[in-house]
């Protein structure tokens, strides 16, 4: 059976078509810069590669170009679309509704929709996603797989934040969480590297890229997550701030700031940037600290060190700590950061052997010693496996109806 995993955004469409259960991976690729004149498709089939610039209108033009792509005769890998038996669509926010991925009905859209006030930027273009397929192909069944899934099972004492109740009864105010698709994808995998049963051990994910966030995951299950109530929360990222005190945001409003100045502030102007003013990549940055950029350096100190203290609070929430992992275009390829990360975490029994350290880029493999008491792996994340996973699960019997909301969390 054929999946389409989708992963639809505001200013981009990615796509992969996997021959499952074998998660082969058909065709793959990108629609880029959605919505700008010069909108570019990249396409890739066995080892070719093909590009086409076009105007793409939106998400529902760049779904059409994929659609068309997949079946032409000269770049495509199906004769027809009636060869895909599901498509799995990654949503960001499923608010406190969605506890694992759902088959699409009536109903789960408009729950995404209700939540697209909790994740304007997200939900909005994920919906698209969906709409254009379904209008496509109106009897092919779709799934939708949320990034906060995964953290549903995260208890009332981590997610209530200390503000007055009715916030949270009124504007459901709480931590929600972020990542959980990649963050269950690395955790079910530091299982099977470790022979374990997937809720036999105690992980702290550490999905760091773009965007960053810490897990703890207590027998497979998520118990609490650095993002909070947004993206914003947590460890400082790329453009973002992470955690801070709010009363700076009350400051800086008496100071003249706006509210969508400050919302620049904060998640595009922040984090490694801001503290660095020269760039939010973590490559350029190492090289400007080794250059002897103060600046730089400073930028990568906070950042380890604000990980470093979440690791240590997460070893306090699950009391024991089986394994630590690295993922996302960070976790996955920096050796450096790494390194700087576990520095003087032998008290809570991580011990990184160095050399395997080095030799661990872009691939899965364990970065700690021998006898170290915490595992520490770098493991890749993949979390258009295990979207086509969940919707191959959902979806091979061919069924669409939706009556019991059967859920799942592979
Ligand atoms: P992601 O959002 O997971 O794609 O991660 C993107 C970020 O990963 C970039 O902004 C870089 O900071 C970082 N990154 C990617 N490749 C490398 C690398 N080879 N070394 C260090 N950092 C990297």
Not at 26 to 34: D, F, H, K, T, Y
Not at 183 to 209: E, F, P, Q, S, W
Not at 222 to 228: A, H, I, L, P, Q
Not at 240 to 254: E, V
């Amino acid at each position: 059976m054929k999946v389409l995993v989708i992963n639809a955004g505001s200013s981009s469409v990615k796509y992969h078509l996997y021959n499952m259960p074998e998660a082969e991976v058909l065709a793959r690729g990108v629609v880029e810069r959605i919505g700008e004149k010069n909108s570019e498709l990249s396409h890739f089939f066995g080892d070719k590669t093909y590009t086409e610039q076009t105007h793409v209108k939106d998400v529902a033009e760049a779904m059409e170009l994929v659609l068309d792509t997949l079946v032409r005769e000269d770049v495509g890998v199906v004769k027809s679309l009636s060869e895909i038996g599901g498509v799995g669509h990654r949503v960001v926010h499923g608010g406190e509704e969605f506890t694992g991925s759902v088959v699409v009905d009536e109903a789960v859209i408009a729950s995404i929709e209700k939540f697209a006030d909790l994740a304007p930027l997200h939900n909005p273009p994920n919906l698209a996603g969906i709409g254009a397929v379904q209008h496509r192909l109106p009897d092919l069944p779709q799934v939708a797989c949320f990034d906060t899934a995964f953290h549903s099972t995260i208890p009332e004492v981590a997610y209530m934040y200390a503000l007055p109740y009715e916030l949270y009864e009124k504007y459901h105010i709480r931590r929600y969480g972020f990542h959980g698709i990649s963050h269950r994808y690395v955790a079910r995998r530091a299982a099977a590297i470790m022979d374990k049963d997937k809720y036999g051990i105690n992980v702290i994910t550490c999905h760091l890229g773009n965007g960053c966030s810490i897990t703890a995951v207590k027998q497979g299950r998520s118990v609490d997550t650095s993002m909070g109530f947004t993206p914003l929360e947590g460890v400082p990222m790329g453009t973002r701030s992470g955690d801070l005190d709010p009363a700076i945001l009350f400051y800086l409003g008496d100071k003249g700031y706006g509210v969508n100045e400050l919302n620049t502030l904060f998640n595009k102007k922040s984090g490694l940037l801001g503290i660095s003013g020269a760039s939010n990549d973590v490559r350029n940055l190492v090289k400007l600290a080794k250059e002897g950029n103060d600046r730089a350096k400073l930028a990568i100190d906070v950042f380890c060190y604000r990980i470093k203290k979440y690791i240590g609070a997460y070893a306090a929430v699950l009391g024991q700590v089986d394994a630590i992992v690295f993922t996302g275009g960070i976790g996955e390829n920096s050796v450096f950061l790494r390194s700087q990360i576990c520095e003087d975490l032998k008290q809570i029994g991580v011990e990184l052997d160095q050399a395997a350290n080095e030799a661990t880029v872009a691939n899965e493999d364990q970065i700690s010693t021998s006898d170290s008491g915490i595992k520490v792996f770098v493991i890749p994340t993949n979390e258009q496996a295990a979207i086509a996973n969940d919707t191959y699960k959902l979806t091979k019997s061919g069924r669409r109806e939706n009556r019991n909301r059967t859920t799942v969390m592979s």
